[in-house]
């Protein structure tokens, strides 16, 4: 597979089941050919220290878009390709509990892959592989905490992996969107 949806969510609070943004960015033959960054309502408390980690008060969301309202807009693109996240258990997480905090029906399982995982194997010398140390040592510009960002970055990396000459495949693990919960490798 040569078309991966690489995407990045924020929260509003420590309960991690909703979405405040998410930043989505499409590679498609080793190129990033697709951008799209929404704020999102995610009708609930937000936490004071996610208010300060993403800069994403109530009062920016309370007129967008719910995440069942966007579903039906970014499902498509989610439908499209392998989805990535850097640390991609907590993204795919957030978005199997919004699916089902939604009551949206989706894939009972669906491939993913981590570039974080993957920055483990490829790149052993590094410090650590946060998606902020990544950045920094790859030299690619980071607004941390803005989804758009985020998943840009990740969507970087990734393309720096490709050119390493990577198997994305060998990096696949199936999510159980039901069970909120990573079963296998595919």
């Not at 995407?7 to 943004?21: I, K, Q």
């Not at 989805?83 to 089902?100: I, P």
């Not at 590094?126 to 990544?134: G, I, Q, S, V």
């Not at 980071?142 to 720096?160: P, T, Y």
Request: glycine residues 6%; proline residues 4%.
């Amino acid at each position: 597979m040569n078309r991966f949806i690489v995407f990045d969510v924020e929260t509003p609070n420590h309960f991690n089941n909703r979405m405040s943004a998410i930043g989505i960015s499409v590679i498609e033959d080793n190129e990033i050919i697709e951008e799209r960054y929404y704020l999102v309502n995610p009708e609930c408390e937000f936490d004071m220290f996610n208010i300060e980690l993403t800069g994403i008060t109530p009062e920016m969301v309370e007129d967008k878009m719910t995440f069942g309202e966007l579903w039906e807009e970014i499902e498509p693109l989610f439908s499209s390709g392998l989805l990535m996240a850097h640390n991609a258990q907590f993204d795919m997480s957030v978005l199997g509990k919004c699916l089902k905090t939604y009551g949206i029906c989706w894939e009972a399982k669906v491939g993913y892959a981590c570039t974080c995982t993957m920055g483990k194997k490829l790149m052993p010398d590094f410090p650590n592989h946060k998606l902020d140390t990544m950045c920094y040592l790859l030299g690619f510009d980071l607004d941390h905490h803005n989804a758009g960002s985020d998943a840009r970055a990740a969507a970087l990396i990734m393309l720096e992996y490709l050119n390493m000459d990577i198997n994305p495949n060998d990096y696949v693990r199936q999510y159980d969107m039901e069970n909120i919960c990573t079963v296998k490798k595919r």
